[in-house]
Structure formats: C-alpha cells, structure tokens
C-alpha cells in the first residue's frame, strides 16, 4: 500500500541550526502539507503546496521555514536558524487533489528537538 | 484563521458507554475530516463530511455533519478500550486543512 515517507525519524540539532526535513510522498498525489505538533499540544498546518508553488500557509510559517520539490518525489522543509521552540514533530501529507472527500495521508513524523 | 474547537478535551469512560464529541466552528467548510492518532504517529483518516445535515455510520462510530457545515459531532456506542486514542477534526478549506485540538478519549476495561 502506499505511504508517505519521512527521513529522519527523529533529528536532533543544535540551536541556530539549519535543519531540513525530508518527505516523499505518494506518488501520484499532487497537494503536500507540512503540519507540527509540539509535545502534547495541537496538530498546527504551516504550509500547503501545489503545483510546485506554496498555496497556503500559516502564521507559524515565517521566514526562516522554507518549502521546496526539488527533483519531482522529495518534499522538504527547511528550517534556517532553528529555535528551541522548534522542538516538535512534523508531519508530511499528501493527497490526490484539495477536494471535498479527499484524504490526506500522513507519514510517521519527524521528531525534531533542538538543544 | 478558520478555528475548530473540539469538546470534551479529555474524556475518560468505563468499556460500553456511549459518548459523543464536538467539534464546532464559527466557518463553513467545504467538507469536514475526522482523524484518529495514536501516541508518536500520523493521524489517520476515519471519515469526511461534505453535505450539511450528512451522517455516516463506520461501525460504532456515527458522524454527523451540522445543517450549516460549521460543526460536526462523533458518537461512539458502547466504547472499547481499543477506541482509546486522540480523535482530530479537520476543516477543509480552499487551500489548507486545519486540524482542532483533539478530543483524547480513554476507555477502561
């Protein structure tokens, strides 16, 4: 069965650290999501991309987070100068189309602390 | 920022009984996801809700989408410690998905 796939497990960085996040998603989906979930606390949507361009994103999603498909499998998230704050899971999804009964489908996570 | 709030936020019951849990909003969606996590993974999908006033059955769970497609409620029958979990919804809008916080519901033998 297909999935979505997330590199590392978990990741562990230094302060002011760039870190970059890595997923592949199903193959022929098209809308990619990256959402966080801090230790306990809610699933939180940074940033929606389609067609190789972000679509939407939230306020979370500031300047030091960037999004990129650089070769047409990977979709990454990259955090510039990493915060503590940044400590979270991060979660990749995928879906065929932004569509009223279309499901996203969500890889294992990232768990990212930094220190 | 569309806000989904979910109610209770912890629910503790006893194997058998039934419980229901909200997820409201002040937004219309296009559709409405429930989502089911357990501890360090992604959440999985259970069902969407499109047209407002939609139920739908998964087995003991019944879903059900508000007249204005701004609130949706899940019910669960006679609860078994294997329904143990975080129940997310998710609002469908244009371009995003946006989850609430989550309802973490236990179930005792």
């Known amino acids: 069965e297909p999935e979505v796939t997330q590199t590392p497990s978990h990741q562990v960085t230094q302060m002011g650290q760039e870190v970059i996040l890595r997923c592949v ?10 959402y966080r ?13 389609y067609n190789n361009e972000i679509s939407e994103k939230s306020e979370i999603f500031d300047d030091q987070f960037s999004v990129e498909r650089p070769d047409g499998s990977n979709f990454t998230l990259k955090i510039r100068s990493t915060k503590l704050e940044d400590s979270a899971m991060y979660f990749c999804a995928s879906s065929p189309l932004v569509r009223k009964n279309t499901e996203a489908f969500f890889g294992q996570g990232t768990r990212l602390t930094v220190v | 920022t569309q806000l989904l709030e979910q109610s209770p936020q912890f629910l503790s019951i006893q194997e058998g009984e039934n419980l229901t849990v909200y997820c409201n909003s002040s937004s219309v969606f296009s559709s409405l996801q429930w989502y089911r996590q357990e501890p360090g993974e992604g959440p999985v999908l259970l069902v969407t809700v499109v047209t407002g006033g939609e139920v739908k059955k998964l087995k003991r769970l019944t879903f059900q989408f508000g007249d204005a497609r701004k609130d949706s409620s899940l ?7 294997g329904d143990t979990g975080l129940y997310l919804c998710a609002g469908v809008g244009n ?15």
């Open chain 1, 25 to 34: 998603p199903i193959s022929n989906h098209l809308y990619f999501y990256w």
């Open chain 2, 95 to 109: 371009n995003d998905m946006r989850f609430g916080a989550g309802t973490r519901l236990t179930v005792k033998p």
């Open chain 1, 37 to 49: 979930q801090i230790l306990g606390q809610k699933v939180e949507f940074l940033v929606s991309f």
């Open chain 2, 75 to 81: 019910h669960i029958t006679a609860a078994q410690p």
